[in-house]
């Protein structure tokens, strides 16, 4: 169904909350991508300075050096809180970012599960609530 841009109602439609931020699954993935994208940041930056913590494999199928996924958590997880935070602002844009990055950072925990297979397992069921909750309906509260 189609919103108005305003804001406003549109002859009972009632699809579109007036903040689109301020309603409680937007602010869920809103915070939970600000936290996963600062947890990310960490990671990567632990990844690049080579830590015991990782568990190294050897013949894993997505094989790809430790600094280099390093890198690549670092990034994804800037990306990922900056859009955290542009959810706060109601910008539809930062749904659409939002569910995109929050795929990507599945499909980026899902090679990484050798590394760090419950950190990875835990990050990929917060994605997928994440895109949920992004992707959701959103009906205005009946005042």
């Given amino acids: 169904m189609a919103s108005n841009v305003s804001g406003t109602r549109g002859h009972g ?5 007036r903040n689109p931020w301020a309603t409680s699954w937007t602010a869920a993935a809103a915070v939970l991508m600000v936290f996963g ?11 690049i300075a080579q830590d015991d913590v990782f568990v ?3 013949n894993f199928t997505y094989e790809f ?3 280099g ?3 690549v958590h670092l990034i994804l997880g800037a990306l990922v809180a900056a859009a955290g935070m542009a959810l706060f602002t109601g910008a539809a844009w930062a749904r659409v970012v939002g569910v995109t990055l929050a795929g990507l950072s599945m499909i980026a925990n899902f090679v990484w599960l050798p590394y760090q297979p419950v950190w990875s397992i835990v990050l990929i069921v917060i994605d997928g609530f994440i895109i949920w909750a992004l992707c959701a309906p959103r009906r205005e509260s009946q005042a």
Avoid: C, Q
Wanted: proline content about 0%; cysteine-free.
């Fill in 65 to 67: 050096s430790l600094t």
């Fill in 56 to 58: 190294a494999t050897r």
């Fill in 37 to 47: 994208g600062i947890m990310a940041i960490f990671e990567g930056i632990a990844a």
């Fill in 13 to 17: 439609t009632g699809w579109e909350a």
């Fill in 69 to 71: 996924w390093g890198w």
